[in-house]
């Protein structure tokens, strides 16, 4: 089993920034792409970032220049660095991970943290 724990969450205020983090750990063989959701209240969850096992990423429009994914392979860690926080960033975002859980296995399989509010206050 994988476990992901976040952190890093909190409440800013437009203009700041913050800092996720979202370790991984258990029985594994590797991780694939890793990324971060977010859930509005009302809303849909959707992607935020994403990051490939080479280091590929990918962004929705709306935080494109502002928000950073990295991944530290090492660590089984993935980060989001969200800079100039506007108040409809506010949301729960919640972590994923594709994990190839034993050698020869070719689907991944998915797993999400439990959730880290952000609230931006204008």
């Known amino acids: 089993q994988v476990q992901l724990v976040e952190s890093g969450g909190g409440l800013v205020q437009a203009g700041g920034s913050l800092r996720l983090s979202c370790a991984a750990s258990?029985?594994?063989?590797?991780?694939?792409?890793m990324g971060w959701y977010r859930q509005a209240p009302g809303k849909q969850r959707e992607l935020v970032a994403a990051v490939t096992i080479s280091g590929s990423t990918n962004y929705a429009d709306s935080v494109k220049g502002r928000f950073t994914i990295s991944r530290d392979n090492g660590k089984n860690t993935v980060y989001l660095q969200m800079n100039s926080l506007k108040p409809e960033d506010t949301a729960v975002y919640y972590c994923?991970?594709?994990?190839?859980?034993?050698?020869?296995?070719?689907?991944?399989?998915?797993?999400w943290g439990q959730g880290t509010q952000v609230t931006v206050s204008s």
């Open positions: 258990g029985r594994m063989f590797r991780i694939n792409d």
């Open positions: 994923n991970v594709k994990v190839l859980l034993r050698i020869g296995a070719t689907l991944p399989v998915d797993y």
